[in-house]
T-cell receptor, first 111, second 114 residues
Framework: GQQVMQIPQYQHVQEGEDFTTYCNSSTTLSNIQWYKQRPGGHPVFLIQLVKSGEVKKQKRLTFQFGEAKKNSSLHITATQTTDVGTYFC???????????FGTGTRLTVIP | GAGVSQSPSNKVTEKGKDVELRCDPI?????LYWYRQSLGQGLEFLIYFQGNSAPDKSGLPSDRFSAERTGGSVSTLTIQRTQQEDSAVYLC????????????FGPGTRLTVL
């Protein structure tokens, strides 16, 4: 069945360092979304990627969708303490009706 | 406007009791999703509604779990004969369109089964 894995599971960085989380699907995705969940909070939508090879930026965040539409990455430049949280990718398998959420990467930023 | 709301925010129950969790989606959102999140874990898909119908119930863990949606709006998730392993945060999300739009999550219901 559909599996969406994320690595790493946990990441500790010093404030100001960069951070990257990778998302890999076992099947081709029609699109991919990224969510952020702050500690004690609920997931909040960040962005959606649809096209093969698409790259989108939001300030210090850069999102990429792989050419084969089976993987994606989120890169944060110069992390800040406000970046703390768990980042989830989520994708729609072609023909499916529900989002498959990745396992998440929990980011800790050390001041 | 109002976001997705869920009630109760916390529920403590005894093993074997039934519980009902409620979700009020954003008005006009046709798609509604239920997820379960255990402490420190990812989101486990439970069920998806398009309008009042549930084309995908594949994520329901057992026949003790059921869900319904009425009037294309409010949804209830019912867990019968609760077990300790049912303890988790139950999150509801809604979206304007199931495939192309972001999901808006509610604050969740934290269920504790003693």
């Amino acid at each position: 069945g559909q599996q969406v894995m994320q690595i790493p599971q946990y990441q500790h960085v010093q404030e100001g360092e960069d951070f990257t989380t990778y998302c890999n699907s076992s099947t081709t995705l029609s699109n991919i979304q990224w969510y952020k969940q702050r500690p004690g909070g609920h997931p909040v939508f960040l962005i959606q990627l649809v096209k093969s090879g698409e790259v989108k930026k939001q300030k210090r965040l850069t999102f990429q969708f792989g050419e084969a539409k089976k993987n994606s990455s989120l890169h944060i430049t110069a992390t800040q303490t406000t970046d703390v949280g768990t980042y989830f990718c989520a994708g729609f398998q072609t023909g499916a009706n529900n989002l498959f959420f990745g396992t998440g990467t929990r980011l800790t930023v050390i001041p | 406007g109002a976001g997705v709301s869920q009630s109760p925010s916390n529920k403590v129950t005894e093993k074997g009791k039934d519980v009902e969790l409620r979700c009020d989606p954003i008005s006009g959102h046709t798609a509604l999703y239920w997820y379960r999140q255990s402490l420190g874990q990812g989101l486990e898909f439970l069920i998806y509604f398009q309008g009042n119908s549930a084309p995908d119930k594949s994520g329901l863990p057992s026949d003790r779990f059921s869900a319904e949606r009425t009037g294309g709006s409010v949804s209830t998730l019912t867990i019968q004969r609760t077990q300790q392993e049912d303890s988790a945060v139950y999150l509801c999300a809604s979206s304007f369109d199931p495939k192309a739009w972001e999901q808006f999550f509610g604050p969740g219901t934290r269920l504790t089964v003693l």
